[in-house]
Each structure stands twice: as C-alpha cells, then as structure tokens.
C-alpha cells in the first residue's frame, strides 16, 4: 500500500511536468561582463501566469531557499510558472568590510538593471514558456518587496510587470522607519547619505498614475522590517487609486515566504489571499 502511494506521488508530479530547468545567465550573450541566474519553473500549458520570484536579504544576501525555490514550488503546485532571480547583491564581504567607501562593488542600480533584464527575456521567451508575455508579474520579498516595486515605479511603462506581489517590504528610504542595512546595501557605503538617492528609492514618494496592480502583505510584529514601511506604501497606492490591495496581520514577523512552518497561521493565509486576488485580476480583464 506504502509503495503504491509513493508511486500515485510521483506519478502526479510527473504529470504535472512542473521543473526547475536549466538556468539561464539573462547576460549571456550581451555586452554586460555580468553573470546573473535566472531559474525557471515552469507549468506545462499555454497562455499562463508567471512570477518573477525576488528574494529578500537587505540587499546583502539571498534566502534563496524559503522566499525562492520553496515561493516557485509554491507557484507551481497552484499553476503558476516562475522564475527566480538571483539579482545582484552587496554580499556578505561588503556588509562586513565596507569595502564600498573605495571600491564600486554591487549597487543601484545593479540589482534593478537584472530584473529590467529578466522582464525583457522572459517575455521575449513566452511562447517557449507556454506564458501569457502580458501577464508576467514580480513577487518579491523584504528587499526583494522593495525592487519589485520599484520595477512598478521606475521602470518605462512597456517594461512593467504586469502585477506586483511585495511581501513584508522594504519601503522607504527616508523617513524613521527605514530599514537601515538595506538602505546601505542598496546605496552602497559611499552614497549611503545621498538625498537624491535616498528620495529616489523612497517608493511612496514615487507611485505613478499607471502603477500596475499590487498585492502588498505585512505583519505589525514585524522585528526586521518596521510594519510602517507597507503602511506608507498603502497610503501612497490609495491616494494615487491605484488598484491594490493591502493585507496586514497582527502576528508573523519576517522572513516566513511560502513556508509552511515559517510565521503563523495567520500570517500562513497570505498566499490563499494572493491566489484568489490573481484569480479576481485576470478574471475582471478577460
């Protein structure tokens, strides 16, 4: 009986044809010195869905496994295709060593340049991916959250993703809730006090009137990420009527992704709330 399970288990996963195929360096073949991963995950069918998975690590590091591989794996088994990006960060040298007083080292807008370079390929791949190339959207989370705004604020229009998905995000850059490692990592030592730069990438500062549709999730006991970053966010997205929707829990904390043991119950809803937000979107435009 055991053995017959374990057979039906795997016999639906092979059904389902959902991989990890080989990873693509979204450089290769351009003049950028560059190489970034780019990791598909892809749902056999025709015209789907597909996510741009960010995952967060203040713009230092990667959580590349809870907020990345397990957020595709998540996708996958609702549909969804996804491709996680493995964008340039500071790393953990610059974190220690502030190298960056001297040195260039990664920094805006280094990380932000891969995912404009992952919208771009990818819909230009979206027949070979069996994806609607109008319905490519980015989910990031914490600094992650913060790029795959910025995408939304920042980018020329045609280069967009289609929806937003930012989970516990890193915000502002400005005001006394900002989270202070991220905003270094993404600045870099040298430029971590620059005005321009920090008003720039203060993303309720910066909402378009044709900011795409955005999912935004975050938890008031959030010890990494102060809760008032999503709120600003919020605020900005309804003052502008922008189409969002903005989902707060009391308990959770940070770094919880697609996992099933990571956060709480509570904060564990998020992804049925973001499945049947997408649902009602692309309803509403069919």
Not at 16 to 41: N, Q, Y
Not at 149 to 163: C, I, K, N, Q
Not at 223 to 234: E, I
Request: hydrophobic share 40%.
């Amino acid at each position: 009986m055991r053995q017959s399970l374990l057979f039906l288990a795997l016999s639906l996963c092979w059904l389902m044809t959902v991989k990890a195929s080989d990873r693509i360096d979204i450089w290769e073949g351009t003049d950028s010195h560059h190489s970034v991963e780019l990791i598909p995950f892809i749902v056999s069918g025709n015209g789907n869905c597909a996510v741009i998975v960010c995952p967060g690590g203040s713009y230092f590091w990667h959580d590349m496994e809870t907020e990345g591989y397990s957020v595709a794996r998540w996708l996958n088994s609702n549909g969804i295709s996804a491709f996680v990006l493995k964008y340039r960060t500071a790393g953990i040298p610059a974190f220690l060593f502030r190298h960056r007083l001297v040195f260039h080292g990664n920094r805006y807008p280094d990380a932000h340049d891969d995912l404009l370079q992952s919208l771009r390929l990818v819909r230009k791949r979206a027949d070979e991916y069996g994806i609607d190339k109008n319905r490519v959207g980015a989910m990031g989370f914490s600094a992650g959250g913060h790029l795959v705004m910025s995408a939304a604020e920042l980018f020329d229009a045609s280069d967009r993703p289609a929806f937003v998905v930012s989970v516990y995000p890193v915000v502002t850059l400005i005001e006394d809730c900002c989270h202070r490692r991220s905003r270094r990592a993404l600045l870099g030592d040298s430029r971590k006090n620059n005005r321009y730069l920090r008003d720039l990438l203060s993303l309720e500062r910066h909402v378009p009137d044709d900011c795409p549709p955005v999912f935004l999730v975050n938890c008031i006991d959030d010890p990494v990420v102060d809760y008032r970053n999503s709120v600003l966010l919020d605020s900005a997205l309804t003052a502008s009527n922008i189409e969002h929707e903005y989902v707060q829990y009391v308990t959770g904390g940070h770094g919880f992704g697609a996992s099933d043991t990571k956060g709480t119950d509570e904060s564990r809803q998020w992804r049925r709330r973001f499945l049947n937000w997408i649902d009602r979107l692309y309803k509403n435009k069919n």
